[in-house]
């Protein structure tokens, strides 16, 4: 662990849950990789680091440190940026509400969800991450409550701490970033001393 927390490309680091704790790293559990699905999962997931190329609008022109050969615009999401969580969805038409913003977290499964009920099709849930219907872009629809949170690991003996930002619906997290303050776009660094 401590070789992972030494490299500056590093950016958060979540660690299998049966291992035990880790000072500068979080649960797998916390960011949804710890489950009872057949197919093997990570004993580490490593967050890498992100930064502004520095344009006025840093959630598009965020780069990243990563382990692959893609370039510019080729589409890589290895990192719980802002850049890379921030969703992008669209939709027009008698259903929906006109000129409406939504600040309800929403994830890309709850565009399927909510196009199902749309189209009155009864799809059968399978498993926990199936996403909800987005009631409050609905016309007559109401904003359920969503509250933000955070959460942190202990420091690690070079001060680094993993930290998620997430906000819930119901119990379903969506999140926000996670990383190290200062070295993920929607975190920021840490005040001087």
Same mark, same amino acid.
């Given at each position: 662990?401590?070789?992972? @927390?030494?490299? +500056?490309?590093? $950016?958060?680091?979540?660690? +299998? +849950? =049966? @291992? ?5 790293? #979080? ?10 699905? *057949? /197919? ?6 490593? $967050?890498? &680091? ?9 959630? /598009? ?5 990563? %382990?692959?050969? *893609? ?9 719980? $940026? ?15 509400? !006109?000129?409406?913003? %939504? ?6 499964? =709850?565009?399927?969800?909510? *196009?199902?009920? #749309? #189209?009155? @099709?009864?799809?059968?849930? !399978?498993?926990?991450?199936?996403? &909800?219907?987005? /009631?409050?872009? *609905? ?9 933000? !949170?955070?959460? &942190? ?10 930290? #998620? &930002? ?9 999140? %926000? ?14 005040? @001087? !001393?």
């Amino acid at each position: 662990m401590n070789a992972l @927390l030494a490299e +500056d490309y590093v $950016s958060g680091l979540f660690v +299998d +849950d =049966d @291992l035990g704790t880790f000072a500068g790293t #979080l649960p797998l559990s916390a960011v949804g990789l710890k489950g009872s699905a *057949l /197919t093997p999962y990570p004993a580490i997931a490593v $967050s890498f &680091r992100t930064f502004s190329t520095g344009c006025a609008k840093p959630l /598009t022109c965020t780069a990243e440190v990563a %382990d692959s050969v *893609l370039q510019q615009g080729q589409g890589m999401h290895g990192t719980f $940026s802002r850049a890379d969580t921030n969703n992008f969805v669209v939709a027009i038409g008698p259903d929906f509400k !006109r000129g409406y913003t %939504d600040s309800v977290p929403v994830s890309y499964a =709850d565009v399927g969800m909510t *196009l199902a009920k #749309l #189209l009155r @099709l009864d799809i059968p849930q !399978r498993g926990h991450l199936v996403g &909800r219907v987005m /009631t409050e872009a *609905l016309a007559g629809g109401a904003e359920p409550e969503h509250v933000a !949170r955070a959460m &942190r690991s202990k420091p690690a003996k070079n001060g680094l701490v993993t930290e #998620l &930002r997430y906000q819930t619906v119901g119990n379903t997290r969506y999140f %926000d970033a996670a990383g190290f303050a200062g070295r993920t776009i929607g975190l920021n660094p840490p005040p @001087l !001393r």
